[in-house]
């Protein structure tokens, strides 16, 4: 697909974290705790339908930016992002991505659904996979910590 101006793909990625709701919620509409779990400690959040989301990083391949706007936020319920992911100054995807969180007894599903317009040359879908399956363990690692602070006091 790399001879293509442009493509489109999509992914889902689920993942039940035994967390109530609102400690999923939280992980995700808090700035300091959504830039720990990214590994973002630059992370700009303005947490508000039109407000908008900046993080840089930087990794051998060079700087990565990530900018984007909240389009809707259902309250614990649903956050629905657009945002674009460049390398080096160059956008090389163009991203809606939606964010259910489901209650299930005393855990919650987070369901993270993309659907992206890749403009190669990108690791796309694979790396688009990759990387939020890593950011997601991250989230659930922060989550257990949460879940254990809460338990002991």
Known sequence: MENKAQYHEQFTIERVYPNVKDEVW????DREKKAEWMGAP???MNFRVGGSEHSTFREEM??????GRYFEISNGNRIVLA???SLNGRVHTVSLATIVFVDEKRSTRLIYTEQMCII??????EG???????????????LAIVKVKNTIF
């Open 26 to 29: 939280a992980a995700w509409s």
């Open 42 to 44: 630059s992370l700009e």
């Open 62 to 67: 060079g700087e990565h930016v990530n900018e």
């Open 83 to 85: 945002y674009s992911m």
């Open 120 to 125: 190669p040359p990108s690791d796309g879908l």
């Open 128 to 142: 688009r996979t990759h990387g939020w399956g890593v950011l997601l363990d991250a989230l659930g690692a922060q």
